[in-house]
């Protein structure tokens, strides 16, 4: 069955230095892969998509990757911020294609910035 | 900005008991989510419409959860009887294309004492 892999441990990092989550996928091929963030008692928001045939992807500070023969999607934050803090999620689409496509969730990353 | 609409908030009740809840999505998304989240997981998926049609239900528990979206708009999951591992945050969402960046309400907090 289909599996996404993200790292369960918090990431800890200092307030300026770049953040990068990983987020790795086994047994199928996606068209596309999405990343989205969680704050505390919130639903996730949608952040980047990117597609099979992209390599990279950048929106201001954040930047992804998408390698399709590793099957990994790194997600990097350059210039980090406290308000950075949050959970990170990435989420892959299954299914027959069109109206049946259902997007599933890895168990997200929490990202702790610290000033 | 346009957003998903969900009530309540928050939701305590006891094992046994009958809860509802609604989601009204942004006006003119088709595709319509209802997602549970445990917490420290990622977001479960129960059930997706399209339009008034339910396309993919196969995690939804059919011996007591239950979803309609009557006229294609707004939608109600229901739970009966609830049970302690019901517990959990319930996330609905809307799209315009499916499977393409979600939006998603502020959730309702499900707390099964």
């Known amino acids: 069955s289909q599996k996404i892999e993200q790292n369960s441990e918090a990431l800890n990092i200092q307030e300026g230095k770049t953040a990068t989550l990983t987020c790795n996928y086994t047994?199928?091929?996606?068209?596309?892969l999405q990343w989205y963030r969680q704050d505390p008692g919130r639903g996730p928001v949608f952040l980047l998509l990117?597609?099979?045939?992209?390599k990279e992807k950048r929106k201001e500070r954040l930047k992804v990757t998408f390698d399709t023969t590793l099957k990994q999607s790194l997600f990097h934050i350059t210039a980090s911020q406290p308000a950075d803090s949050a959970t990170y999620l990435c989420?892959?689409?299954f299914g027959g294609g069109g109206a049946t496509n259902k997007l599933i969730f890895g168990t997200g990353t929490l990202l702790a910035v610290q000033p | 900005e346009a957003e998903v609409a969900q009530s309540p908030r928050y939701k305590i009740t006891e094992k046994s008991q009958a809860v509802a809840f609604w989601c009204d999505p942004i006006?003119?998304?088709?595709?319509l989510y209802w997602y549970r989240q445990i917490l420290g997981q990622g977001p479960e998926l129960l059930v997706q419409?399209?339009?008034?049609?339910?396309?993919?239900d196969s995690q939804l528990p059919k011996d007591r959860f239950s979803a309609e979206r009557l006229k294609g708009v707004d939608s109600t999951l229901k739970i009966q009887p609830a049970e302690l591992g019901d517990s959990a945050m319930y996330l609905c969402?809307?799209?315009?294309?499916?499977?393409?960046?979600?939006?998603f309400g502020s959730g309702t907090q499900l707390s099964v004492l």
């Open positions: 990117i597609r099979e045939n992209e």
């Open positions: 969402a809307s799209s315009l294309e499916t499977g393409l960046q979600l939006f």
């Open positions: 006006s003119g998304h088709a595709t």
């Open positions: 419409f399209q339009d008034e049609s339910v396309v993919d």
């Open positions: 047994n199928y091929s996606p068209a596309y």
């Open positions: 989420a892959l689409p």
